[in-house]
């Protein structure tokens, strides 16, 4: 992070100062310290950073900014609300910088088409990303803060659960051109419908100039619809012939996918190192938005090869000669439906789905899951295999369109024992659920049982 005195701090968020000095980080949690760093203590339901002030002094913090009179030797920075003070220290310190940023946000595939989009900016300039899936109110402002003298270009991802939260990320963030994956049905139970999702995720060109960039996906039916003549809009897709970025002589394996990217009547060979068709939307988000940026075709292109899956996201494993697809980070309708259809391209295989609970669905939880089964029926999945509450929507609709070997529990070590016993050489097997259903430990009982 850039050196920023306390004085410039105080004037960014409207607080009032005592004492003087300068820091060279931001952090909000005293447990982990950043020594000459700003401590900012916010407030949530079951903590108060205010109570670890003293701690963070002790820790080496530079300077703190806070909504409690405190008692330190430190600089203090006092607010009326240390959580909107983060954001305007945050959007703040964003200004001081000149250098593309590329803001991507969708109902599903966030994450790795942050990854990719890093990996093609990185071809020609030092660039920043979220960490993690950090791109709340909080997580976006410390991404931020990651800036430095030396950085020519970030990647910073947005989430959502509520209307008018793109709205207040992107104002902070200020994208020089942005991406929208999708528009699934993420996060309905607070928004209603997907034209309402649509409309939340729209907030992203808010924060946007006049004329920049608008990266979204030409085969989503809401997105193909959208035009804007105050900004450019580059469409990506498989299907749809009048996207301006195409993938086409798609070539799909068990793990990779290999395709050509058509753009500006040129074909440019892609690598895709992971399976299924939703990663080559990633791919083609991440080439549109490098060439965007000044990153030569063929190279955006190329850059693509050296994505490797984070986390619990689709991360192929073969073991005894069973390859075991695991996927237990998030769940969606849009991306069990993608995962169904990875498990479904393994030719040659006996085909098993482990599909836990997709959390936060309110009332469309019901008919959500029962469309996941009824597709998983369609995919021709050989055994499925469901797992929670709302799963059992999974099964019966499953059964109802005809798929005969469906099973369902609600208890993890009974899944595992049932599927230990039921896996042979040769299979091929996904695990897919949100995260709360932490399906991973599932997996982790059957690697214990085969060593």
Known sequence: MKTLTAEQAAFAVNGKLIGEGEFTGVYTDSRKPVPGGLF??????????????????????????????????????????????????????????????????????????????????SEKYNTVKTQGNLNNDIGMPMTLFNIEETTEAAVIEMGMNHKGEISTLTAVSRPTASIITNIGVSHIENLGSRENILSAKLEILEGMKKGSSLIINGDNDLLSTVENDEYRIIKFGIENENCSVRAVDIEASENSTKCNILYNGEKYACFVPVSGMHNVYDALSAFAAGVCMGVEPDVAASAISKYVPAGMRQKVVLKNNITFVEDCYNASPDSVKAGLNTLASFEGKRKIAVLGDMLELGSYAETAHRDCGKYAAEKNIDILFAYGKDSAFTADEAVKNSLVNVHHFTDEKELAEALYNEIRENDAILFKASRGMKLENVIHIIYGRMQ
């Not at 806070?66 to 954001?87: F, G, H, M, N, Q």
Request: aromatic share 8%; charged share 25%; hydrophobic share 40%.
């Open 40 to 121: 900012i203590a916010l407030e949530g339901e079951k903590f108060d950073g205010h109570d670890f002030i003293k701690n963070a002094e002790k820790d080496g913090a530079a300077a703190v900014l806070c909504r409690k009179e405190c008692d330190v030797s430190i600089p203090v920075i006092y607010v009326e609300d240390t959580k909107k003070a983060l954001l305007s220290l945050a959007s703040y310190y964003r200004g001081l910088f000149d250098i593309p940023v590329v803001g991507l946000t969708g109902s599903v595939g966030k994450t790795t088409t942050k990854e990719m989009t890093a990996l093609v900016l």
